[in-house]
C-alpha cells in the first residue's frame, strides 16, 4: 500500500518562494504517475504537475507553467516528490497535495483526474497573502 506523508506548506508574499516535499512509500509497481494537486475552499481539486516515475512524461497547468517544478529523488524502497514554487501569487492559495498510482507501461501520459488516483498525502495548506 502506498502511503504519502508531505511537509513544507505555510505563508509566504506574493513573488517569494516555497518548496513542498512529500516522501512516498510502498511503491511495488513498475511505474506510477506522480502528481501535485492543488484546492481551494468550494472548488475542484484539479492537478497542476503531473510525472511518470520513469521521467518519460510530464505535465504543468499552464496557471503554475514556467513558475513551479517538479522533481523526483529515489533512495532505496523510498521515493520523494517535490514542487519548488517560484514567484507565488495569491490565485496560489489552496490546499496542496501529492498523489500516486500504478500506470500501465502501454501509457505514454500520466492521469490529471483526481478521481484516477487512490494514494494521497494528507495535505499541506499554502497561503499567499498579496
Known amino acids: 500500500q502506498v502511503k504519502l506523508v508531505e511537509s513544507g506548506g505555510g505563508s509566504v508574499q506574493a513573488g517569494g518562494s516555497l518548496r513542498l516535499s512529500c516522501v512516498a512509500s510502498?511503491?511495488?509497481?513498475?511505474?506510477?504517475?506522480l502528481a501535485w494537486f492543488r484546492q481551494s475552499p468550494g472548488k475542484e481539486r484539479v492537478a497542476i504537475a503531473t510525472?511518470?516515475?520513469?521521467?518519460?512524461?510530464?505535465?504543468?497547468a499552464d496557471s503554475v507553467k514556467g513558475r513551479f517544478t517538479a522533481s523526483q529523488d529515489h533512495t532505496n524502497n523510498m521515493r520523494m516528490l517535490y514542487l519548488q514554487m517560484n514567484n507565488l501569487k495569491s490565485e496560489d492559495t489552496a490546499m496542496y497535495y501529492c498523489?500516486?498510482?500504478?500506470?500501465?507501461?502501454?501509457?505514454?501520459?500520466?492521469?490529471?483526474?483526481?478521481?484516477?488516483?487512490?494514494?494521497w498525502g494528507q495535505g499541506t495548506q499554502v497561503t499567499v497573502a498579496s
Open positions: 510502498g511503491m511495488t509497481d513498475s511505474r506510477y504517475c
Open positions: 510525472f511518470s516515475s520513469d521521467g518519460a512524461t510530464t505535465f504543468y
Open positions: 498523489a500516486a498510482e500504478p500506470l500501465g507501461w502501454w501509457l505514454s501520459k500520466c492521469y490529471t483526474a483526481a478521481a484516477e488516483y487512490d494514494a
